[in-house]
Antibody, heavy 118, light 110 residues
Framework: QVQLQESGPGLVKPSETLSLSCAVS?????????WSWVRQAPGKGLEWIGE???????YYNPSLKSRVTISVDKSKNQFSLNLSSVTAADTAVYYC???????????WGKGALVIVSS | QSVLTQPPSVSGAPGQRVTISCTGS?????????VNWYQQLPGTAPKVLIY???NRPSGVPDRFSGSMSGASASLAISGLQAEDEADYFC??????????FGGGTKVTVL
């Protein structure tokens, strides 16, 4: 059974960098899947942030591209999200998910609420 | 403003059939890319309900079905049950944006 677990600070100050990690179990980060981040602002819909392959190749949402970095750590079987220069608009539940064969988000983490506030 | 357009809400009585539409464009659904549907129960992460337009993962009741027509997709729920009350999102590949979601539809069981 594939499981994903987000971790990281729940509170980030405006203008700082939001950093989250996603630990993967039941699958190898080196498998033929992409690993993604999706967020959901309070009461809003889902917004794709970006994804990474085990080679380090990435794709990002154009609206966030200038502030986002997603990377993999094969030694820890996890991947990470950095979002810089955050504002209150970045307050959301952040989900990590497996993007199977770059087609379907088939496994999701439980989500991590990140609040941007001073 | 989501790239894929869904109605904000639909409702139905127990046992009824409801449908949720998902309208895209020539860069996503209209280009022939597959549509997936996700169910999000209150306070939980989304779960894949339909993948590849019409396929149900193991464990998903056959009351849920997906269909396609041109640049649109639809999710139908037959025999609506109280436990189906949730938010539903469509998702597809987009040739410009890579991954796009619908804005979500809240299903209410009357």
């Amino acid at each position: 059974q594939v499981q994903l677990q987000e971790s990281g600070p729940g509170l980030v100050k405006p203008s700082e960098t939001l950093s989250l990690s996603c630990a993967v179990s039941g699958d190898s980060i080196s498998s033929k899947n992409w690993w993604s981040w999706v967020r959901q602002a309070p009461g809003k819909g889902l917004e794709w942030i970006g994804e990474v392959f085990n080679s380090g190749k990435t794709y990002y949402n154009p609206s966030l591209k200038s502030r986002v970095t997603i990377s993999v750590d094969k030694s820890k079987n996890q991947f990470s999200l950095n979002l810089s220069s955050v504002t209150a608009a970045d307050t959301a539940v952040y989900y990590c998910a497996r993007y199977k064969s770059a087609d379907t988000f088939d496994y999701w983490g439980k989500g991590a609420l990140v609040i941007v506030s001073s | 403003q989501s790239v894929l357009t869904q109605p904000p809400s639909v409702s139905g009585a127990p046992g009824q059939r409801v449908t949720i539409s998902c309208t895209g464009s020539s860069s996503n659904i209209g280009a022939g890319y597959d549509v997936n549907w996700y169910q999000q129960l209150p306070g939980t992460a989304p779960k894949v309900l339909i993948y590849g337009n019409t396929n149900r993962p193991s464990g998903v009741p056959d009351r849920f079905s997906g269909s396609m027509s041109g640049a649109s997709a639809s999710l139908a729920i037959s025999g609506l049950q109280a436990e189906d009350e949730a938010d539903y999102f469509c998702q597809s590949y987009d040739s410009t944006l890579r991954v796009v979601f619908g804005g979500g539809t809240k299903v209410t069981v009357l």
